[in-house]
């Protein structure tokens, strides 16, 4: 009777795990389908926020209740004019301006301008004190409905927004599209070392709406 009644349970748990095996594979791809995604950088276009080979953990659900902001940095699928690539191909940049932003190279102190106000940029790329320029030529750019206009952190190494505007002088075809960001990156995540939360610089704060 003690044998009967021990086995019974064992026996209901070899019977459940594929259920429950199945119920966690489902819940993983639906979260990383709708809600949460690792992403690893391949470029230096973001360093030094972003080093190669990180990691970064994307929230895929928050542009869903609100725009994407100021000086978040963001996922998103590139233009095919951007990437060269017809089946499509994820970028990681900084959103520097929104729909209605006027951007402007460069202030006295060669600072860019949004909305007439100086923006800080202390996460742009430096290395052994030499500073990327916030922009290698001047520009005066507004913004258009429903578009972002997005930077890497390593300006001399990123295709962005202001490399396409040199090149296209088109400033829709120099931004991309709300509608295909995929998410925001908020925390980097691996290798453990350089874990960090990747919040909105304070520069940002001050920048008024157009």
Known sequence: MIDEQTDKPRNSFWKELPVLLGVAILVAVLVRAFVLQTFFIPSPSM????????????????????????????VFKAPTEWSGNPDGEDYIKR??????????????QDRLMINGRSLDEPYVYSVDGRRDK????????????????????HRAASGDSL??????????????PVDDVVGRAFTVFWPVSRATWLSVPSGFEDIPNP
């Open 95 to 108: 959103v520097i301006g929104v729909e209605g932003d006027r951007v402007v190279c460069c202030d006295e």
């Open 47 to 74: 360093e030094n926020t972003l080093q190669i080979d990180d990691r970064v953990l994307v929230n895929k659900l928050v542009y869903d209740f609100r725009s994407p902001e100021r000086g978040e940095v963001i």
């Open 134 to 153: 916030p922009a290698d030529q001047e520009f005066d750019v507004t913004i258009p409905k429903g578009r972002l206009w997005v930077m890497g952190d």
């Open 163 to 176: 490399e396409h505007w040199e090149r296209l002088q088109d400033v829709d075809r120099a931004t991309i």
